[in-house]
């Protein structure tokens, strides 16, 4: 059944990427490399041949690593959570034609918190270091 349950107790398919998503959040919760079993456990509602597809998909597009263990082969994510959006970020930057009319309404949508953060971070203030 692909993607569990609705609120009425019927089948409901997930969005597009949404099961890459869910693969990726469980490799990140256990935070070190798994077989695809310990996947499976944390992607409800998913097939173990589904979750190895996956696996496989997130491999050739870089995201996830390979490597054999024994007679199988553990994953593990190539970013943490962290580095995989800002990859994400920059990607739609890339994308989105004029650069500065990107950022400066993404700029204009930050709370004054994340714009506070934000002005840090350009002026080499890490968060949280002395």
């Known amino acids: 059944m692909a993607g569990g349950k609705d609120e009425r107790g019927e089948a409901r398919r997930r969005a597009r990427g949404e099961l890459e998503a869910e693969v ?14 310990v996947v499976q456990e944390q992607v409800p ?12 998909r997130l491999c050739d597009k870089g995201m996830v690593t ?20 800002a990859a994400g970020m920059h990607s739609l930057l890339d994308e989105g034609g004029d650069r500065a009319a990107v ?4 700029v204009s949508d930050l709370s004054s918190e994340d714009e506070q953060l934000l002005e840090q ?10």
């Open 45 to 56: 509602g998913a097939a173990y041949t589904t979750v190895l597809t996956i696996l496989t």
């Open 66 to 85: 390979r490597q054999r263990q024994g007679r199988s082969h553990v994953y593990a994510p190539v970013d943490d959570q962290a580095g995989h959006a």
């Open 24 to 37: 990726l959040a469980a490799l990140w919760s256990v935070g070190g490399p798994v077989p695809a079993a």
């Open 103 to 106: 950022l400066a309404r993404f």
């Open 121 to 130: 971070l350009l002026h080499g203030d890490l968060p949280g270091r002395g």
